[in-house]
């Protein structure tokens, strides 16, 4: 072949050799420019997810003092709930006020400070319980009374001033009379106190 026949083949196929020669243009500049591409499309992803967390970040910070005022009351609203561990007179009467009004009968009323955990399963819950502010106090108690009357006494230690939660309780009848009528109960009482420091 001389250059003659090429450039009379050249001149007759021109769209074939136009086409091979932009696509010849398109691949060396894909090969060249790819690895840029996909850089710049990782980029443009990592930034739209940066973009997207700013706007909510935003939205979620604009009432942020209304949100830092609302834990502050509660805070405060929790520490005037708190049982002082030292204070056994002012912690007992709580107790007592609930007994007189409920109607029910309690013979015996004890304070414990509950123990920290032990063993090596429980190291996580005794380290915590070591920085918390908050101390649990377990209070024991025994009481006489209908089932209406400890019920409402329930509910009352439960719903009142204290941060209390049942722990368990034991029902026995009163010799002589049915369940039904007069129980002699004895319950332990987890309260919400402040640590001793």
Do not use: W
Request: glycine share 6%.
């Amino acid at each position: 072949m001389s250059l003659e026949t090429i450039l009379a083949y050249l001149k007759k196929n021109y769209v074939v050799v136009a086409s091979g020669l932009v696509a010849l243009v398109c691949i060396s500049f894909y090969l060249y420019r790819g690895k840029s591409i996909t850089v710049l499309e990782a980029d443009y992803d990592d930034l739209s997810v940066r973009h997207t967390r700013i706007l909510r970040n935003l939205k979620n910070a604009s009432d942020i003092e209304v949100d830092l005022e609302r834990l502050d009351q509660l805070q405060a609203d929790v520490e005037s709930r708190l049982f002082l561990p030292e204070d056994l007179a002012t912690n007992q009467r709580y107790f007592y006020q609930i007994e007189s009004t409920t109607g029910v009968e309690m013979t015996s009323l004890q304070q414990l400070l509950k123990a920290l955990p032990t063993g090596k399963n429980a190291k996580k819950a005794r380290k915590k319980a070591q920085k918390s502010p908050y101390q649990e106090l377990v209070y024991d108690m025994n009481i006489h009374g209908t089932y209406p009357e400890v019920l409402e006494f329930m509910r009352g230690v439960e719903g009142g001033k204290a941060l209390a939660a049942l722990d368990g309780f034991s029902v026995v009848p009163i010799n002589g009379a049915s369940v039904e009528t007069r129980l002699n109960m004895r319950i332990s009482y987890n309260v919400l106190g402040r640590k001793v420091q």
